[in-house]
């Protein structure tokens, strides 16, 4: 990997693309600490700082770890990149239901063009929504739980300005993520994630130190390195199925007669799964939260089981749900039933498996074979901070586990390719030299 990223500073157009990069990247972590017009942030601080002692903020760490700890101190890119991935998904969720969708997604980039403009209305109108909550939430005194005012006055025009400036925030995201796949390298929304969950790692780790001491930091960094190569070896992992095109004339020219194969992925889904379940959880939690005064016997259960994390209820309900989302989505994403016809359409067919239905039925079977130990791998990693909370009392952004560590891993992974295969188009000298 370090090679790779020296080879491509040796070569001047991968070096302007990387310097690129590195400027956006330096552009939306200074929008992420600077305070959004209204916030008192003498109080943030004091009540953030009582957070971390009571570990009350659990109930926002998946926001709080893609905005990378913008949202609790209410900042103008305290929204992060979260709206944007709501709303990615529910687009691509759409598109298998709606027929409209479907078509747009056959038409190829023109039709892809028009869903991404779909998904900004929709980032924008969620950003509104989340905003508005956040907002209200931190007038109200409950996104921190903290007796301090986090805002200067709890005026409408304030509370509007806020909701605004978090809004307007998510669109610069937005546009600062494009710009990095014009003209940079990689998929920029997915870079900005990546570095929004490394700005919180090294807190986390520092975290750990502070609360267990150096013996338990040393334990955990170990423990770290070694989840971090497993995890690379998982995500490489995939089956590869046989595909094989019979050779056709068309006109005077022969086609077909190559060989390839259907790669399926171990973890098919990717991070969806724990995203799913973790914003499932997440809802009964903030019901409980708006009626914090009630003494109703369901906040007070919901209070118990589904807020800290660190109950094996908990922890069984997220695993499972992680389990069925994984099935979820790769069934959404994965039709094996489409790939069959494809391969008939076009003469390919798998080698001891007839061509339509049969190939089919083939598929899914692999697909479901296959599915099974990703997600219980998918559920094992989401686990790691939820157990690390319960056995040495850290918090629930504990570094090595969940999604922290499948966004680093996934991206460094997809980024380093983009860059070998760039320095390759660079470097190929061909037959001739």
């Given at each position: 990997m370090l090679g790779a990223f020296a080879n491509a500073f040796r070569t001047p157009d991968l070096r302007r693309k990387l310097l690129f990069v590195l400027l956006i990247i330096v552009i939306f972590r200074m929008g992420s600490q600077i305070p959004a017009p209204g916030v008192d942030v003498a109080n943030v601080e004091q009540c953030i700082q009582a957070t971390r002692e009571g570990d009350g903020a659990s109930l926002y760490n998946l926001v709080n770890l893609f905005s990378g700890g913008a949202l609790l101190q209410l900042?103008?890119?305290?929204?992060?990149?979260?709206?944007?991935?709501?709303?990615?998904?529910?687009?691509?969720?759409?598109?298998?239901?709606?027929?409209?969708?479907?078509?747009l997604k056959k038409e190829g980039q023109a039709g892809q063009s028009k869903i991404t403009q779909y998904t900004r209305y929709l980032t924008l109108g969620l950003a509104v929504l989340q905003a508005t909550g956040i907002v209200a939430l931190a007038r109200s005194g409950n996104l921190l739980q903290c007796d301090q005012d986090l805002l200067v006055d709890n005026g409408t025009a304030t509370f509007l300005v806020l909701v605004i400036t978090m809004t307007a925030g998510t669109a610069v995201i937005m546009w600062l993520g494009e710009l990095i796949t014009d003209r940079g390298i990689g998929n920029g929304m997915s870079i900005l994630i990546f570095t929004q969950v490394i700005a919180t790692f090294?807190?986390?780790?520092?975290?750990?130190?502070?609360?267990?001491?150096?013996?338990?930091?040393?334990?955990?960094?170990?423990?770290?390195?070694?989840?971090?190569?497993?995890?690379?070896?998982?995500?490489?992992?995939?089956?590869?199925?046989?595909?094989?095109?019979?050779?056709?004339?068309?006109?005077?020219?022969?086609?077909?007669?190559?060989?390839?194969?259907?790669?399926?992925?171990?973890?098919?889904?990717?991070?969806?799964?724990?995203?799913?379940?973790?914003?499932?959880?997440?809802l009964p939690a903030m019901a409980a939260q708006f009626n914090s005064n009630s003494t109703a016997a369901w906040v007070d259960w919901i209070n118990t089981y589904f807020v800290q994390g660190d109950h094996p209820i908990y922890m069984t309900v997220y695993f499972l749900l992680i389990i069925f989302f994984t099935y979820f989505y790769v069934s959404i994403t994965f039709n094996p039933h489409e790939v069959a016809d494809n391969m008939k359409k076009y003469g390919g067919f798998i080698p001891g498996i007839r061509a339509g239905k049969p190939t089919e039925d083939y598929l899914s079977y692999v697909l479901s074979r296959i599915t099974f130990p990703g997600s219980l791998y998918l559920g094992l990693i989401a686990l790691i901070p939820l157990i690390a909370l319960a056995l040495i009392n850290a918090n629930q952004n504990f570094p090595f586990g969940g999604t922290s560590i499948l966004i680093m891993v996934g991206v460094a992974l997809d980024t380093v390719k983009q860059i070998e295969s760039q320095l390759q188009q660079r470097n190929y000298e061909g037959f001739l030299r």
């Open positions: 900042t103008i890119f305290a929204l992060g990149i979260m709206p944007y991935i709501t709303a990615s998904i529910i687009l691509q969720l759409l598109v298998v239901v709606i027929p409209r969708l479907e078509a090294p807190a986390a780790m520092w975290d750990v130190k502070n609360s267990r001491g150096w013996w338990t930091f040393g334990v955990v960094l170990v423990i770290g390195l070694a989840l971090i190569a497993a995890v690379i070896f998982i995500e490489q992992a995939q089956r590869r199925i046989p595909v094989q095109y019979a050779r056709r004339m068309v006109g005077r020219k022969m086609f077909g007669g190559s060989s390839t194969y259907i790669p399926l992925k171990v973890n098919q889904a990717g991070i969806i799964p724990v995203i799913f379940a973790s914003s499932l959880l997440y």
